[in-house]
């Protein structure tokens, strides 16, 4: 049986877990607080690039002169897939279930037989691809997001995605993320960025309906601006979304740690009183029973 | 005028204005445009500049943008920026440095670039961008008449 002894050791080592597991708790809650802040402020932009988007892309479509992130390069046997995860562990299920997915879309695609190249976000993704798929991993970009996450972070990962597809070095690119639901639930999402999707938005917004808008200059150099601009857009609200989700299930983890650790307090305390009373009474026996023999 | 045009700036990270304006003028890529309440659908790209709103027949806010798009329908004007700041912010001292740092680098890059290296090109083309953005800058400050 442990000693007393060491039963306060174990106690107090619970207890200092328990104490750290709260702290981050706490943090996750705040920093979560901000991520979904910037989420939300970050939406209206989208909307708009987006309603812009769907207006010209319906006036590109099928033109044998709509660029290629519009319409793609006419094959898809290079696929590019962008991995987007955390830098810090202890998130719980956050980088597991993510990376789980792209496990699944990388041999759905590697069986359908496409070359797959990966290009990691976040220092969790990058060690897991090189540890699975080292031959495909092309391009790993760490502490995004570090102080929240800016929109010229999502610019220059954007940038060097545009720059490889404008090499030819992929046909398609898609990005996974978790996309944030709540605290408790994030949903892995896989999201073409490349070959721009058609607008899942189908009926434009009201007051839009049936406008038919001039384009300055002409629709194709509009285009050429918005698409990759765009792209960014697309990556940055990826990155609140994980950024969010990344707090969320920290925060869920490190609040079960935290129950856990109570729980696991409360029954190394009942064993230690136990054993320190068994010990008082054997000593009581130990010493009546001695006065006894004389 | 008691009708008015809807005007919203928005940056990819947050709102930065939305409110109801008689009129404002935005630096299109082929040239300012002033849009008043009833303005034709009209998507545009914006160079970089200054956006002035009115109020009265008087300037009420000038907001230099860095580039973006507009979207402008006969009630609402959006300005899609990618980097906005109100000109009484800008600091002529720092932004003398940038336009001197701008110059130098799109000298080097010019040279560079003439070689015909794809990188090279590359650079040159940011280092234009800079330049521009710079020297849009600057021509804000001078022409808000702050010394």
Not at chain 1, 141 to 148: A, E, K, P
Not at chain 1, 176 to 184: L, P
């Amino acid at each position: 049986m442990a000693s007393l002894k060491d039963l306060r050791n174990r106690i107090r080592s619970v207890q200092s877990t328990r104490k750290i597991t709260s702290a981050m708790k706490v943090v996750a809650a705040s920093r979560l607080k901000k991520a979904q802040d910037a989420a939300e402020a970050s939406r209206p932009y989208a909307v708009r690039m987006e309603r812009m988007l769907a207006s010209l892309a319906q006036s590109m479509v099928g033109l044998p002169t709509a660029p290629p992130l519009l319409a793609g390069t006419g094959k898809s046997d290079t696929h590019l897939v962008i991995i987007a995860t955390s830098d810090r562990g202890l998130a719980g299920g956050f980088n597991a279930t993510i990376l789980r997915e792209a496990r699944r879309q990388i041999r759905a695609l590697i069986a359908e037989g496409k070359t797959v190249k990966i290009m990691t976000i976040g220092r969790k993704g990058r060690d897991a691809v090189k540890r699975e798929y080292p031959k495909l991993l092309i391009d790993s970009v760490t502490d995004v997001g570090r102080r929240g996450v800016h929109f010229s972070e999502a610019k220059s990962v954007s940038e060097a995605v545009l720059t490889r597809f404008e090499a030819g070095e992929f046909d398609v690119a898609t990005i996974i993320f978790a996309k944030f639901k709540s605290a408790i639930a994030q949903i892995v999402t896989v999201q073409q960025l490349i070959p721009f999707g058609a607008p899942t938005t189908a009926a434009p917004a009201d007051d839009v309906a049936g406008a038919i808008y001039e384009f300055e200059p002409s629709e194709e150099e509009i285009l050429t601006e918005l698409l990759p601009n765009n792209v960014g857009v697309q990556i940055f609200t990826a990155l609140l979304e994980n950024a969010a989700s990344e707090h969320g299930s920290r925060m869920t983890a490190m609040d079960n740690a935290t129950r856990n650790a109570g729980d696991m307090i409360k029954g190394l305390t009942l064993v230690y009183n136990r054993t320190r009373q068994a010990t008082i009474t054997k000593e009581l026996i130990e010493i009546i029973s001695g006065a006894e023999a004389l | 005028m008691a009708e008015k045009v809807k005007f919203e700036l928005v940056s990819p990270e947050k709102i930065l204005l939305s409110e109801a304006v008689e009129m404002v003028v935005i630096p299109g890529a082929e040239g300012n445009f002033g849009v008043l309440p009833g303005h034709a659908p009209l998507i545009s790209s914006v160079r970089p500049g200054t956006i002035e709103v009115y109020e009265g027949n008087n300037v009420a806010e000038r907001i230099f943008i860095a580039g973006g798009f507009a979207e402008v329908t006969p009630e609402r004007c959006t300005v899609l920026a990618d980097e906005a700041v109100t000109v009484s912010s800008l600091d002529r001292g720092a932004v003398d440095i940038e336009l001197a740092e701008a110059t130098t680098r799109y000298g080097e890059s010019l040279a560079a670039a003439e070689k015909g290296n794809d990188a090279d090109k590359l650079r040159f083309k940011a280092a234009e961008r800079l330049l521009a953005v710079a020297t849009a800058k600057h021509q804000a400050i001078e022409a808000s008449g702050r010394h």
